[in-house]
């Protein structure tokens, strides 16, 4: 029986989610189709551009991501720290939604009697939760994909074949082990060749930032005047800190060395290729080589055996 969306997502458990959405009957989401000559790479930048978009509006940081032909996978920290005033939340929210009247006379410095000042701060606390939540962050990225998706192939009915499926990560172990195999996954389809090479990544981003405001504003029939700044994916912090750490506890040239050491280890077409120096990622966390390899390579399919969070 599947859990409730609340039972699932915790922060005060842990901020770190893995999130995975795919299309109904392995429709094409990105790629060629090899029946109808159809090609459908121009959506991974859809994709790409609304995860960023929406990260920058969110109280959700992305750690990884991943645009793959039939699904994508995106890991996300959700970040409850952040205090936004009214006018904050407004601007954010009526970037997405056009907004009740109330609001647009408020948001337009209009005179408000008090109960409707309060009506308006009730309203502006709701957005203030959602825009703080991972369901409704997947809803505002699933949705809009699917109608554009639709009118392309002018048809109506499921793009996404149910709900997105999330996993909670518990440790850093899991966390590190979550992120290299959502990078490397371009790598293990065939789609690429490295993780430097891997288009629609977050590894790619991390080592070539290019990402494009302007376009992603086009391609998602945002306003012309939209001015809040493009969030950058979370930094990797060198050192670990004793207060709130707001990145990532490993550094990301060391992280970089580890995606390109596991890509080039789980190759089946390369045996006794595993090259003796580990990354300084992996001997701090003691993971075993052969543990670390099953991980990165079926993430998703040992998420419910391990990584779980101790009593």
Not at 36 to 42: A, K, L, S
Not at 63 to 74: I, L, P, Q
Request: hydrophobic residues 35%.
């Amino acid at each position: 029986m599947t859990q409730p969306r609340s039972q699932l997502v915790s922060p005060a458990d842990t901020p770190y989610y893995h999130c995975v959405s795919r299309c109904v009957r392995r429709a094409f989401l990105c790629g060629s189709d090899p029946v109808t000559g159809q090609c459908y790479e121009h959506r991974r930048q859809w994709i790409e551009n609304r995860i960023r978009l929406l990260s920058s509006l969110f109280a959700i940081d992305i750690c990884s991501y991943a645009v793959m032909n039939s699904h994508y996978h995106v890991v996300v920290k959700l970040d409850t720290s952040e205090d936004w005033s009214e006018q904050d939340v407004i601007d954010r929210w009526l970037t997405l939604y056009k907004g009740p009247l109330l609001i647009q006379r408020h948001h337009r410095g209009e005179a408000l009697t008090p109960a409707e000042r309060d009506t308006v701060s009730s309203i502006i606390e709701i957005w203030r939760q959602r825009l703080q939540s991972l369901s409704w962050f997947m809803k505002l990225l699933n949705e809009p994909i699917a109608r554009m998706a639709n009118a392309e192939d002018n048809c109506t009915g499921h793009f996404w074949e149910s709900r997105f499926k999330s996993q909670a990560l518990f440790t850093e172990e899991a966390l590190i082990s979550c992120m290299t195999y959502v990078d490397l996954n371009p790598v293990r389809a065939g789609i690429s060749r490295t993780p430097e090479s891997s288009k629609h990544t977050s590894v790619r981003e991390r080592i070539q930032p290019a990402f494009n405001l302007s376009e992603a504003i086009k391609d998602q029939h945002l306003a012309a005047d939209f001015d809040l700044p493009i969030k950058p994916l979370l930094r990797f912090e060198d050192t670990t800190k004793r207060d709130t750490q707001t990145g990532i506890a490993y550094s990301l040239s060391d992280y970089l060395q580890l995606v390109d050491w596991t890509g080039r280890a789980i190759r089946d077409d390369k045996t006794g290729s595993i090259p003796g120096k580990l990354p300084p990622i992996l001997t701090r966390l003691n993971i075993p080589i052969e543990q670390w390899l099953v991980n990165s390579q079926h993430f998703e399919k040992i998420v419910h055996r391990r990584f779980r969070k101790s009593a």
